[in-house]
């Protein structure tokens, strides 16, 4: 099993509508959570961190569910610019800076 | 502020020679840099992790011998592609920590070995 799982995609959205989507982990020692974007053939960067009482940022929002070791990411109002890769990123406290990274979840805006 | 390069963004190499790829963190120093790699439509693997002045830590699965990375200063980490070949072309990405919780992701590497 995956350490990190994610839905791969893609998922198809009309522009200005709602999409979300999860990723689960397994080590249940994880203490940090992130989503991160990548565009095509681009390095990942941080779009938000993920907090237990879940955050909002502008059009995205994030949620934690500890207990059933699940986190998610919903892009309201979708735009055409939203179209990316994003990955469900985890940090095990005991293990330092380390990341582990899922595999992506695709997502294509179209007019 | 916090930015990190990488060089070369892309390089084509002949099977059987060796390529090294640099990584800098340009406006802070680094305790940790980390080495991923990505296959396409995959996600991002962690390679290994090296500390300054001190030897890598490598992943299971990760051959030391044939990825050399060398971490000679805070601002600087190497990754050497020895003896590459054909199954070695990926996306290879640095992220440069100056800190225990920050990364900062280099924009990467696209090595082709023909």
């Known amino acids: 099993r995956k350490e990190v799982e994610q839905d791969p995609g893609p998922f198809n959205v009309p522009e200005g509508a709602t999409v979300a989507f999860n990723c689960t982990y397994s080590n249940s020692a994880s203490q940090s959570f992130f989503w991160y974007r990548q565009d095509c053939r681009k390095e990942p960067k941080l779009l938000m961190s993920v907090y237990s009482s879940g955050n909002e940022d502008g059009r995205f929002t994030a949620q934690l569910n500890r207990a059933s070791q699940y986190i998610s990411l919903l892009i309201r109002d979708s735009k055409l610019s939203d179209s990316a890769t994003y990955l469900c990123?985890?940090?095990?406290?005991?293990?330092?800076?380390?990341?582990?990274f899922g595999g992506g979840t695709r997502v294509l805006v179209k007019p | 502020g916090a930015v990190v390069s990488q060089h070369p963004s892309w390089v084509i190499c002949k099977s059987g020679t060796s390529v090294k790829i640099e990584c800098r963190s340009l406006d802070f120093q680094a305790t940790t840099m980390f080495w991923y790699r990505q296959f396409p439509k995959q996600s991002l693997m962690l390679m290994a992790t090296?500390?300054?002045?001190?030897?890598?830590?490598?992943e299971q699965g990760v051959e030391k011998d044939k990825f050399l990375i060398n971490h000679a200063s805070l601002t600087l980490s190497t990754l050497t592609v020895t003896s590459a070949h054909p199954e070695d072309s990926s996306f290879y990405i640095c992220?440069?920590?100056?800190?225990?919780?920050?990364?900062?992701f280099g924009p990467g590497t696209r090595l082709t070995v023909t």
């Open positions: 090296s500390n300054e002045g001190s030897k890598a830590t490598y």
């Open positions: 992220s440069a920590s100056p800190d225990t919780y920050e990364q900062y």
């Open positions: 990123v985890v940090k095990v406290g005991a293990a330092g800076n380390k990341l582990t």
